[in-house]
């Protein structure tokens, strides 16, 4: 059986940003400061993210970012990259500042190392105690662009932690400009140069090795785990990045029959065009008479309950969310898992889940931004 990072309620806290570093020219890692009666609360496994909540232009905007550095009490460090078009991405790259004020959730999310993850404080400790079963436990990691972010965050913890694990990590990009993290990827390497490897492959340079050169594809990615990465011995795998290169590592993976277990992955997007039926904020209007579904749920202890126009389609979380706005969200693509919840009676059709494990499926969990009453009455909880 396998063993789930504990989660605990989603809730939003005003932070203050300590400090705003540039990492690339279109990347800042961003600190905030986490007040003395928080620390608890904000405590993290590796590999975990936050969801960033601000105002921008007299819009509410979320997004979710992974947090990036191994645990330190008392902050919380963020990478954000500029995407074309990020509205928060934007704003954080251009405008947010040292001192400024935003609001941020406890850290969230299940892509840590699977073994006997906890809460903690101390990365060391945690670590060890990950590790104890097989102290020369070697780990390896596909990352592009972004996707290095929760990365950084394990690999530091796992070196430091155990000294006898080693960690391999392929990181894409398109060009050497474009690395995140580069000084820091460098001092691993000359801080543990027997126990940290990193391959950089390159879209658009040219490199010695036809492998470290152009996209990771099918091809290239089968020539890599033949030649470089012996496949076989690793006890666990992260993949973080696009969809389609995470997907195909998977896919790669699987046929080479290395057990689901072994395989952490996480998305920053689905690689798919949103679709507005059923987005979260979508504003449904009840019609007298009109056919509804009753959708009850319980947050914080309490029970409501509201209908949901049959002819709306709409999701449980966008129900949710007209009689109590604090229901925890954030990507509303499932993607994050945010906003996961037990279903407790009634039956509904998720179309979509990127991150809750085969285990909690198995249990009744599901991701309310994705999911659709189908019978008259269904009612979840987001407490268990």
């Known amino acids: 059986m396998t063993t789930t990072t504990p989660r605990t309620r989603a809730r939003f806290n005003p932070l203050t940003v300590s400090e705003v570093r540039p990492l690339t020219e279109n990347a800042v890692e961003v600190c905030f400061t986490v007040p003395e009666d928080l620390v608890a609360d904000y405590n993290y496994v590796p590999g ?14 979320r997004r979710s970012y992974s947090i990036c550095a191994a645990p330190v009490p008392g902050e919380i460090r963020v990478a954000i990259k500029k995407t074309l078009g990020g509205v928060f991405s934007t704003w954080a790259n251009e405008a947010l500042a040292a001192g400024d004020v935003i609001e941020v959730m406890n850290p969230q999310g299940a892509f840590t190392q699977k073994v006997r993850t906890t809460a903690m404080n101390d990365p060391a400790e945690l670590v060890a105690e990950q590790l104890d079963h097989n102290p020369r436990a070697r780990l390896v990691a596909f990352a592009a662009g972004s996707g290095i972010t929760p990365v950084m965050a394990i690999a530091t913890a796992t070196l430091a932690g155990s000294p006898d694990a080693t960690f391999e990590l392929v990181y894409a990009n398109r060009s050497t400009v474009d690395v995140m993290f580069a000084e820091e990827i460098g001092d691993l390497k000359d801080r543990y140069p027997d126990r940290f490897t990193v391959h950089h492959i390159l879209s658009r340079e040219n490199r010695t090795s036809p492998l470290h050169t152009g996209r990771v594809d099918d091809e290239k990615l089968s020539l890599m785990l033949d030649r470089m990465l012996r496949a076989g011995d690793v006890e666990e795998w992260f993949l973080c990045g696009p969809f389609d290169m995470v997907q195909l590592a998977r896919d790669e993976l699987k ?4 057990p689901e277990e072994r395989v952490r992955f996480e998305l920053f997007s689905t690689g798919k065009p949103s679709s507005p039926d059923g987005q979260h904020g979508r504003v449904v209007e009840v019609k007298d008479n009109e056919p509804t579904y009753e959708v009850e749920f319980t947050l914080d202890g309490s029970s409501s309950t509201v209908d949901s126009p049959r002819s709306a389609r709409e999701t449980i979380l966008n129900a949710a969310l007209r009689k109590r706005p604090d229901v925890p969200f954030a990507c509303a693509g499932g993607v994050c898992g945010t906003c996961r919840a037990k279903l407790v009676t009634g039956t509904c059709d998720m179309d979509e889940n990127f991150a809750l494990e085969p285990d909690e499926v198995d249990a009744g969990y ?4 994705q999911s659709r009453p189908t019978s008259d009455a269904v009612s979840v909880n987001f407490d268990a």
């Not at 975990?48 to 905007?61: H, K, M, N, P, S």
């Not at 046929?255 to 290395?258: A, F, P, S």
Request: with cysteine; charged share 25%; hydrophobic share 40%.
């Open 255 to 258: 046929d080479r029959g290395v």
């Open 366 to 369: 599901i991701l309310t931004c």
């Open 48 to 61: 975990q993210y936050v969801a960033l909540r601000a105002t921008i232009d007299g819009t509410e905007v």
